[in-house]
């Protein structure tokens, strides 16, 4: 079984640039996940999808920060414009979304590494 | 609000010696927790979870809902299990809410 896909693995950009992150979960698992991860720190959530809809996303910086899944499928998260302080590697995270939550592992992407210059 | 503590950032044991990473947690609901572990150029993965009470690669985890904890414990500890370790509160809809980490290294 494939695992969870991203690219591009690593993106070096100024601040104020634009810059975009795509993710395609294992196939079959309704839900996606965003995590944001700055350097010695643990993943932080910044959105969740069930499907095509937005199941969570309170900790979403709306201002700059958008994400969507189209096609309940893959999915962009797009930084408008970049700030020193979004340098971070930002993981990608798929689930089954079984009747069993807990039981449901979250499977993880190798992550890109944005670093903002 | 809910809070995962993971207070050594670094933990350095001898290959064949026990090995304790701690965590604690806070939180107002009925809590589920978890390990996840990063190896050296791998991806973040589960190690185990509390409710399923199984050992992994020799790891155990209890939760104590009085000292508020879920510390992963391993009585000999192997080289390969230099990685770098995350306990996790589950919060809300299946959302992952992560400590600060620790870096283990075994020492041959």
């Known amino acids: 079984e494939a695992g969870v896909a991203q690219s591009p693995r690593y993106k070096i950009i100024e601040k104020r640039q634009s810059v975009a992150f795509w993710c395609n979960p294992i196939?079959?698992?309704?839900?996606l996940y965003w995590y944001q991860q700055i350097l010695g720190q643990g993943p932080k959530l910044l959105i969740q999808f069930q499907n095509n809809g937005v199941v969570d996303d309170s900790q979403l910086p709306k201002d700059r920060f958008s994400a969507e899944r189209l096609k309940g499928v893959d999915s962009t998260l797009k930084i408008q414009p970049a700030k020193l302080e979004d340098s971070a590697v930002y993981l990608c995270a798929s689930s089954l979304d079984g009747e069993d939550r807990v039981a449901d592992t979250q499977y993880f992407g190798p992550g890109t590494r944005l670093t903002v210059l | 609000a809910q809070r995962v503590t993971q207070p050594e950032k670094l933990l350095s044991v001898f290959k064949g010696a026990p090995v304790e990473l701690k965590c604690n947690y806070s939180y107002s609901g009925s809590p589920e927790l978890f390990w996840y572990v990063q190896y050296s150029r791998q991806r973040l993965q589960l190690l185990l979870r509390h409710i399923s009470r199984e050992s992994i690669k020799g790891f155990t985890a209890d939760l104590n809902k009085g000292e508020t904890s879920f510390h992963l414990k391993k009585p000999f500890a192997q080289e390969e299990d230099s990685a770098m370790y995350y306990c996790?509160?589950?919060?809300?809809?299946?959302?992952?809410?992560f400590g600060t980490g620790t870096r283990l290294t075994v020492i041959p």
């Open positions: 996790a509160l589950m919060t809300g809809a299946n959302n992952l809410f």
């Open positions: 196939s079959g698992h309704a839900t």
